[in-house]
């Protein structure tokens, strides 16, 4: 079985930091990660995905992430940040099996402020 | 065009009332889900369907029953609704694991489901 942890629960940060929002997994198999992003009253967007080669990934928005297998983590990071990234960031991981389940974290509230 | 879309947005009812979400995907994937965001937002896996075929029924109470009359529509009905059932219900679609991108999941805006 694999599991999540997002251990902040809310990141506040002002406009044009950087920011670092962590992810912590574990999983007795390999795994596929991902970053999804959940703007208010919205669905569920994939920022990026970690499958397997380069560990580390850059996805949309300038959003990357670096895949740790010692330290079985995969952190999103921004050099800097604009209000309109302010939402809701989801780490998940997926088995490679045949369900394409989903096993999200709890989320970190990146709450930019001017 | 929306790729994943689902009706109603919101869904205001009584405890004891039977109702249906409804979910369609015009993305051409052949594998849908039913997530459920519980009011802290965490977000789990209710069920999939690959192809009309379920592969995927987590933990959930038989009141709950998924519906796939096609590969495009995965429709979620609720029995005998509860106050513990109010959340936000997400439907999301991929192509099946074998083909391309088949890890990257497609959601649909939500749906909002209280209970009184």
């Known amino acids: 079985a694999q599991s999540v942890t997002q251990l902040d629960s809310q990141v506040p940060v002002f406009e044009e930091a950087p920011v670092e929002l962590r992810c912590n997994y574990s999983?007795?198999?390999?795994?596929?990660l991902f970053w999804y992003v959940q703007y208010p009253n919205q669905g569920l967007q994939l920022l990026l995905k970690?499958?397997?080669?380069?560990?580390l990934v850059k996805g949309i928005n300038g959003f990357e992430a670096e895949f740790n297998k010692s330290q079985t983590s995969f952190h999103l990071r921004k050099p800097s940040v604009h209000i309109s990234d302010t939402a809701e960031y989801f780490c998940?991981?997926?088995?490679?099996?045949?369900?394409?389940?989903?096993?999200f974290g709890t989320g970190t509230l990146l709450a930019v402020q001017p | 065009d929306t790729a994943v879309s689902q009706t109603p947005k919101y869904l205001v009812t009584q405890m004891g009332n039977d109702k249906s979400i409804k979910c369609e995907q015009n993305?051409?994937?052949?594998?849908m889900y039913w997530y459920k965001q519980d009011s802290k937002k965490f977000l789990k896996i209710m069920f999939s369907?690959?192809?009309?075929?379920?592969?995927i029924n987590e933990t959930v109470p038989n009141r709950f029953s998924p519906k796939s009359p096609d590969k495009a529509h995965l429709n979620l009905h609720i029995n005998s609704l509860e106050l513990g059932d109010s959340a936000v219900y997400f439907c999301?679609?991929?192509?099946?694991?074998?083909?391309?991108?088949?890890?990257?999941?497609?959601f649909g805006p939500g749906t909002r489901l209280t209970v009184l």
């Open positions: 998940a991981v997926s088995d490679r099996g045949a369900t394409n389940k989903l096993i």
């Open positions: 369907y690959n192809n009309k075929e379920l592969i």
């Open positions: 993305l051409g994937h052949d594998t």
């Open positions: 999983s007795s198999v390999s795994v596929y």
């Open positions: 970690y499958l397997s080669g380069s560990t």
């Open positions: 999301a679609s991929s192509p099946a694991a074998g083909q391309g991108r088949a890890n990257e999941q497609f």
